[in-house]
């Protein structure tokens, strides 16, 4: 099925994320070459739930906002995530979000 594939093909760039840095849905999917596919890499990190190898946590929206919290078990986990990191976050928003963003190299696959 080609969803699996390119969840896999996300997981592989999100365990790439270092630590103490983020990236974007969107970023990932420029780097699969799928540029408008932001939303598709929103559902594989919402899938990854039970992968603890694979650090959604450190996926976020194109302005730093953390939108995939909700789908953390506990209110605050994703930003506890993040804080532990020395990652700021205030009311959702990463502060600093450029000198925190990691940018994934493109793929040529």
Not at 24 to 41: E, F, H, N, P, Q
Not at 47 to 65: E, I, Q, S, T, W
Not at 77 to 98: P, R, S
Request: with cysteine; hydrophobic share 40%; proline share 3%.
């Amino acid at each position: 099925m080609a969803e699996d594939n390119f969840f896999e093909r996300v997981y592989t760039i999100a365990r790439q994320i270092p630590y103490g840095k983020v990236t974007s849905y969107g970023a990932i999917a420029k780097a699969l070459g799928t540029a408008r596919s932001a939303r598709m890499v929103g559902w594989a990190m919402n899938a990854c739930h039970n992968m603890d190898d694979v650090p959604a946590h450190r996926v976020v929206n194109r302005k730093g906002l953390l939108t995939g919290k909700h789908h953390f078990d506990g209110t605050n986990l994703m930003q506890q995530l993040l804080e532990n990191e020395g990652i700021e976050v205030i009311d959702n928003q990463i502060i600093d979000f450029e000198k925190h963003f990691w940018t994934p190299e493109v793929s040529n696959t």
